[in-house]
């Protein structure tokens, strides 16, 4: 890392819940760490407010975009792909995503490179170089991207079903926009795009690992000695994302025609906002219907009546609103009978209080992938910095967990009832079909 003097110094230490410490930075970088001391890994994030729920039409996919283009060439490292040789020389990767509502700059490495994956991380999301040059040579990129997208049924059938639900509203658009939003995406528009929202008091870093919280922050604080980079034009307001629209009312039907030999659906409703008081009962409700192979959908659809490969429920929640729904694979002659006993499925959980035992088994099974998946210095480092970024607070898992057992048989109930009853079913469909008939039929029923 590129040594320079320390003048910005930590403001604040706030009290951090059990497990992570926190510190805010003059900048108003909001730092957050959690200490793995039996890990081998370090592993480091930067988090950005922004994402495709933050764009107008005009901009669809910018910040898809915008995270593609830093890879191009920063401060430190011009030339595309010398950073990322830099990271994989020690053994370590860097990556980077981006979602509806954040943007993440992420790097892994062997514990004693922490400070390389600081450097990385701090270089594409401060010090891009953003040329105009390299907006052209990536256009053809995303689009082959977003391509990809199109050609793999079993994603593009989510994005069918958000526009059916959403609209034109940037919930309802592919995160990485249009081959004619992207072909249209100017330099200029990339670039107030990144001074809009790149900025340090709205950004967080989270780490975790074998990782020393104030080594962190004194690394941190380095980063703003200099000031930011000029890559031209004045700051500007953040962007600011647009209100959760409508939804599409329950019984709406899209269906895709596409000449294939299987068909994918998703069949969901409106969801919960992240902070919702139902989210966990949501979460279990699931579980019990379509998350491993023990749950109700799979064991019926697949196990009893062979109707389809591969079923399971999807959820996303976001600042206020979110998504719930099932995703199925079919053969495209069982399609009628798969939605049917879908909804046959989501109509008993509806009205079949679920007993104590299957309830328990979903609480051990959601709590154990839980505790499970925090060993990985990564996902501990997105669990922090996604709380840290999008809630009031940052959850411990033992709080979450403590969320798990509380809800009861009656909660899942009401829950059910209120959220994810058949009346309220969207249907999206991808495949070999000529014909709404079927599909609406089985919606009807």
Same mark, same amino acid.
């Given at each position: 890392?590129?040594?320079?003097?320390?003048?910005?110094?930590?403001?604040?230490?706030?009290?951090?819940?059990?497990?992570?410490?926190?510190?805010?930075?003059?900048?108003?970088?909001?730092?957050?760490?959690?200490?793995?001391?039996?890990?081998?890994? *370090?592993?480091?994030? %930067? +988090?950005?407010?922004?994402?495709?729920?933050?764009?107008?039409?005009?901009?669809?996919?910018?910040?898809?975009?915008? @995270?593609?283009?830093?890879?191009?060439?920063?401060?430190?490292?011009?030339?595309?792909?010398?950073?990322?040789?830099?990271?994989?020389? %020690?053994?370590?990767?860097?990556?980077?995503?981006?979602?509806?509502?954040?943007?993440?700059?992420?790097?892994? =490495?062997?514990?004693?490179?922490?400070?390389?994956?600081?450097?990385?991380?701090?270089?594409?999301?401060?010090?891009?170089?953003?040329?105009?040059?390299?907006?052209?040579?990536?256009?053809? =990129?995303?689009?082959?991207?977003?391509?990809?997208?199109?050609?793999?049924?079993?994603?593009?059938?989510?994005?069918?079903?958000?526009?059916?639900?959403?609209?034109?509203?940037?919930?309802?658009?592919?995160?990485?926009?249009?081959?004619?939003?992207?072909?249209?995406?100017?330099?200029?528009?990339?670039?107030?795009?990144?001074?809009?929202?790149?900025?340090?008091?709205?950004?967080?870093?989270?780490?975790?690992?074998?990782?020393?919280?104030?080594?962190?922050?004194? *690394?941190?604080? @380095?980063?703003?000695?200099?000031?930011?980079?000029? =890559?031209?034009?004045?700051?500007?307001?953040?962007?600011?994302?647009?209100?959760?629209?409508?939804?599409?009312?329950?019984?709406?039907?899209?269906?895709?025609?596409?000449?294939?030999?299987?068909?994918?659906?998703?069949?969901?409703?409106?969801?919960?906002?992240?902070?919702?008081?139902?989210?966990?009962?949501?979460?279990?409700?699931?579980?019990?219907?379509?998350?491993?192979?023990?749950?109700?959908? +799979?064991?019926?659809?697949?196990?009893?009546?062979?109707?389809?490969?591969?079923?399971?429920?999807?959820?996303?929640?976001?600042?206020?609103?979110?998504?719930?729904?099932?995703?199925?694979?079919?053969?495209?002659?069982?399609?009628?009978?798969?939605?049917?006993?879908?909804?046959?499925?989501?109509?008993? %959980?509806?009205?079949?209080?679920?007993? *104590?035992?299957?309830?328990?088994?979903?609480?051990?099974?959601?709590?154990?992938?839980?505790?499970?998946?925090?060993?990985?210095?990564?996902? =501990?480092?997105?669990?922090?910095?996604?709380? @840290?970024?999008?809630?009031?607070?940052?959850?411990?898992?033992?709080?979450? %967990?403590?969320?798990? @057992?509380?809800?009861?048989?009656?909660?899942?109930?009401?829950? *059910?009832?209120? +959220?994810?009853?058949?009346?309220?079913?969207?249907?999206?469909?991808?495949?070999?079909?000529?014909?709404?008939?079927? +599909?609406?039929?089985?919606?009807?029923?």
């Amino acid at each position: 890392m590129t040594a320079t003097p320390v003048r910005a110094r930590p403001r604040a230490v706030a009290a951090a819940a059990p497990g992570h410490q926190r510190s805010v930075l003059e900048s108003g970088l909001r730092v957050v760490t959690q200490s793995m001391p039996g890990a081998r890994s *370090a592993s480091v994030a %930067i +988090f950005v407010p922004v994402g495709s729920r933050h764009e107008d039409e005009q901009h669809a996919g910018l910040s898809h975009f915008l @995270e593609h283009l830093v890879f191009k060439g920063t401060r430190a490292h011009p030339e595309a792909g010398s950073l990322s040789q830099v990271v994989e020389g %020690i053994g370590g990767s860097v990556n980077a995503s981006t979602d509806r509502e954040l943007t993440v700059f992420s790097s892994k =490495v062997p514990a004693e490179h922490v400070d390389t994956a600081l450097h990385a991380v701090s270089e594409l999301a401060l010090h891009p170089l953003l040329r105009r040059r390299d907006l052209a040579a990536e256009k053809p =990129v995303i689009v082959d991207e977003i391509r990809m997208y199109v050609d793999s049924p079993s994603d593009h059938v989510f994005t069918l079903f958000d526009e059916l639900l959403y609209g034109r509203h940037p919930l309802g658009r592919e995160i990485a926009g249009t081959i004619g939003s992207v072909r249209r995406a100017t330099h200029e528009a990339v670039v107030g795009h990144w001074r809009a929202a790149y900025r340090p008091g709205a950004m967080v870093l989270a780490a975790a690992g074998r990782v020393d919280h104030d080594e962190v922050v004194r *690394a941190a604080a @380095e980063w703003h000695a200099a000031g930011p980079p000029d =890559v031209g034009g004045p700051r500007r307001r953040p962007p600011v994302a647009a209100p959760a629209p409508a939804p599409a009312p329950g019984g709406a039907l899209r269906v895709s025609h596409r000449r294939l030999s299987q068909g994918n659906l998703c069949l969901g409703m409106p969801g919960v906002a992240r902070d919702h008081p139902d989210r966990w009962a949501l979460d279990l409700l699931g579980a019990i219907l379509g998350d491993g192979m023990g749950s109700r959908l +799979f064991l019926e659809l697949r196990e009893r009546r062979s109707l389809v490969y591969d079923v399971s429920t999807f959820s996303a929640s976001y600042a206020d609103t979110g998504t719930f729904g099932v995703h199925a694979g079919f053969n495209p002659e069982d399609a009628e009978r798969v939605v049917r006993a879908v909804l046959e499925q989501l109509d008993r %959980i509806t009205t079949d209080p679920v007993d *104590a035992d299957e309830l328990e088994r979903a609480r051990a099974y959601t709590r154990g992938r839980l505790e499970l998946r925090m060993e990985d210095s990564g996902a =501990v480092a997105g669990w922090i910095g996604s709380g @840290e970024s999008l809630l009031p607070r940052i959850l411990t898992v033992d709080e979450v %967990i403590e969320r798990l @057992e509380a809800v009861t048989v009656d909660d899942l109930l009401r829950v *059910a009832q209120r +959220f994810i009853a058949p009346s309220e079913a969207r249907l999206a469909v991808l495949g070999p079909f000529r014909s709404r008939k079927p +599909f609406a039929r089985a919606l009807r029923s």
